[in-house]
């Protein structure tokens, strides 16, 4: 079975903090994602990487950024984090001799 | 750019009734169409997909149906039953190996 695994389900952070959020699969996937979930917006791909120290951004990348350093971990940064970062931050992975992407959890941020 | 349109974004049945979500895309290049079904504060899980040479895929109550042509697809879900409840999300393949996903469709099966 595959697992992705998200370093908190839940955040609370202030206006203008660095958040860290990370991403863990232990499928030797090369391919990882990160979406954030917003009623009625679906899940919209902010970065992903295709490789260690490979990225890409999405559609809406602004406000973050991403690190890649080992091949099961993938980060997702808000280096100041703001009101409109709230949200569920969804982790995905896939093999790249497959479609299937796998979902972690989730993490819901909360920036006051 | 990449676009999936979702609709519609509530769908409320009755046990046993029938439930049809439909999606159209942009991308004339997508070849693999995913539904992803979400139960409330749960991760996403894939539920069935399909790939662009086929037509019609079906896995006991639920089965998808692609046109390519007219570039969209759906999902049926038939004898809906409670734990059906959930919001459904269709994406398409877009390029770099990303999916683009639609809206999402939250369906509540009655009992």
């Known amino acids: 079975d595959v697992k992705v695994t998200q370093s908190s389900r839940y955040l609370v952070k202030r206006t203008g903090e660095k958040v860290f959020l990370e991403c863990v699969q232990d499928m030797d996937h090369e391919n990882m994602f990160w979406y954030r979930q917003d009623p009625g917006l679906g899940l919209r791909l902010i970065y992903f990487?295709?490789?260690?120290?490979?990225?890409e951004k999405g559609d809406i990348p602004e406000g973050y950024s991403v690190s890649r350093e080992k091949k099961e971990r993938f980060s997702l940064i808000l280096e100041s984090a703001s009101t409109n970062q709230t949200s569920m931050y969804l982790c995905?992975?896939?093999?790249?001799?497959?479609?299937?992407?796998?979902f972690g959890p989730g993490t819901r941020l909360l920036v006051l | 750019g990449e676009n999936v349109e979702q609709h519609p974004s509530t769908l409320s049945v009755q046990e046993g009734d029938s439930a049809v979500i439909k999606c159209t895309y942009s991308d004339s290049a997508s070849n693999y169409f995913p539904w992803y079904k979400q139960e409330l504060g749960k991760r996403p899980q894939l539920i069935i997909d399909i790939r662009s040479n086929v037509g019609e895929k079906k896995d006991q109550r639920i089965a998808v149906t692609l046109n390519k042509t007219a570039k969209h697809f759906s999902l049926h879900i038939t004898e809906t039953q409670p734990e059906d409840s959930a919001v459904y999300f269709c994406?398409?393949?877009?390029?770099?190996?990303?999916?683009?996903f639609g809206a999402g469709t939250r369906l509540a099966v009655h009992p």
């Open positions: 994406a398409a393949s877009g390029g770099y190996n990303k999916l683009i």
């Open positions: 995905a992975s896939r093999s790249s001799g497959v479609e299937t992407q796998y």
């Open positions: 990487s295709y490789d260690v120290k490979m990225k």
